[in-house]
Structure formats: structure tokens, C-alpha cells
């Protein structure tokens, strides 16, 4: 038999979710988002880019705000209206003190009980190789829930009035293979399958398939492909790190 997964926790009323680009979270789970907000929770989204690298015929300058408008676009579908941008560089972002503090000033800002984030490991499991700015923003966030509550690093955040924020409960690592828990989306998939296409110009790009046919065949396929772990219902799956 399959082991199943968890439901994920409900306890909680904000969420900071921390990823490096603009498609990273309509990919990844914007489905549990808006089954979240639906219940009257508060998510805000916080990129470390505005992907501005993600478009070969585009140069950095004109697709960065392109980009920045479609994911406002895309986060508003799932009720999600806190949208903000680190301004790290799209492809090249550098796992370290700098983005470290980014981020923790954002979790003393928005003083959540959950962080979000996307897959951090190597690989997304056997040969396919991960990005280096997945990988670094999703270890940063994962490390920045610390920084974000102990006043002695990064002391000049309290000097700027972010004061210590030690409230974080769980961070959600969506994109996992090795995923712990699950959200039913049933009621949250149509939705998130018009958040990746509000993603347009980038997808057009991507595939030569029909766009709207290309992200319901891709987000309902893996959400289909999780309910066998988790009562049949269609779920969004993440490792759960608790704090």
C-alpha cells in the first residue's frame, strides 16, 4: 500500500511564500493557495527576481516589467494581492548573507506562521537537474526563518524597526520529492490552472502547445498524479519542515 500523506496544517491565518521567479509558484502549488485564501487566510508572495532572464527574445530591460505585471496578474486569480521583488538578478542569484537578510526582513515584515517555498535540492529526483536559483532562494528561506527571529543577526533590521520575528511555525517546500503532506484542491484547480496562463507571454514561448491545453494537461496531470497518496483527492503536495 502507498504511504499516504499528511493534510496539511490549517491552524495558521498568514503565509509568506519565497521563490526566485515569476511562474515559480503557478507551477508549484498556486491550487493550495487559493483553497488558503478561500478559507480566509492571508498569503503573500515574495520573488527574489522578476525574471527578467527567462525570455530569450526579450531583453532584460522590457521583460522584467512584462513579467512583474503578468505575476501581479497571476497571484490576484488565487486572491493573493501582496505581491513584492527582491530585485536579485534572474539567473545568477547568490545563495548568501545579502539574500539571507532579504528575506528575513520580509518574515519580520509580514509576520507569518507558514513560509512557502520551492524545492532547494539538487535535483527534482533522479537526473533532472534543478536550477542554482531555486536551489539558493529555497535554502535561504528555509535558513532566513532563524535569522528572522534572533535580534544578534542582522542586528541593523531592528535598527530599521523590523523587530525579531519568531512566530514561524512550518515551512512548506512545494516541488519536493519527498513530500510529507498534501492540500485537497478540488475546489482550488481551476483557479491555478488560470494563474500559470496568466503567465502568457512566457509559456508562448515555452511550448508549441495550445496554451490554456498546456497548463491544465500539466496541473492537473500532477495534481491527479498525487491523489493516489492521498485519498484519491487532487493535492498539492510539500515536505513539511516545522519550527
Do not use: K
Request: proline fraction near 5%.
Amino acid at each position: 500500500m502507498t504511504e499516504q500523506l499528511e493534510s496539511m496544517p490549517v491552524d495558521w491565518h498568514r503565509a509568506l511564500a519565497v521563490v526566485a521567479h515569476p511562474d515559480d509558484l503557478e507551477y508549484g502549488c498556486a491550487a493550495a493557495v487559493a483553497v488558503w485564501t478561500d478559507g480566509g487566510r492571508e498569503v503573500a508572495y515574495l520573488l527574489a527576481t522578476r525574471g527578467e532572464a527567462g525570455i530569450d527574445t526579450l531583453a532584460p530591460a522590457t521583460c522584467a516589467p512584462l513579467r512583474e505585471r503578468e505575476q501581479r496578474a497571476s497571484a490576484a486569480v488565487v486572491g493573493v494581492s501582496g505581491v513584492e521583488f527582491l530585485d536579485h538578478r534572474d539567473g545568477v542569484i547568490e545563495y548568501g548573507l545579502d539574500l539571507r537578510r532579504d528575506i528575513a526582513a520580509a518574515i519580520r515584515r509580514h509576520r507569518p506562521e507558514l513560509i512557502v517555498t520551492l524545492n532547494h535540492r539538487d535535483t527534482w529526483g533522479g537526473v533532472a537537474w534543478n536550477t542554482p536559483d531555486h536551489r539558493a532562494v529555497g535554502r535561504a528561506a528555509l535558513d532566513a526563518v532563524a535569522d528572522a527571529g534572533n535580534r544578534w543577526i542582522f542586528p541593523e533590521l531592528a535598527e530599521r524597526g523590523l523587530e525579531p520575528w519568531n512566530g514561524v511555525r512550518w515551512v512548506a517546500v512545494a516541488g519536493s520529492v519527498t513530500p510529507t503532506h498534501a492540500v485537497d484542491v478540488t475546489a482550488g484547480l481551476e483557479r491555478s490552472v488560470r494563474s500559470l496562463l496568466a503567465h502568457r507571454t512566457y509559456i508562448e514561448v515555452l511550448t508549441d502547445q495550445d496554451p490554456e491545453e498546456y497548463c491544465r494537461t500539466f496541473l492537473t496531470g500532477n495534481a491527479q498524479a498525487s491523489a493516489e497518496r492521498f485519498g484519491g483527492r487532487p493535492a498539492v503536495t510539500f515536505e513539511l519542515f516545522a519550527h
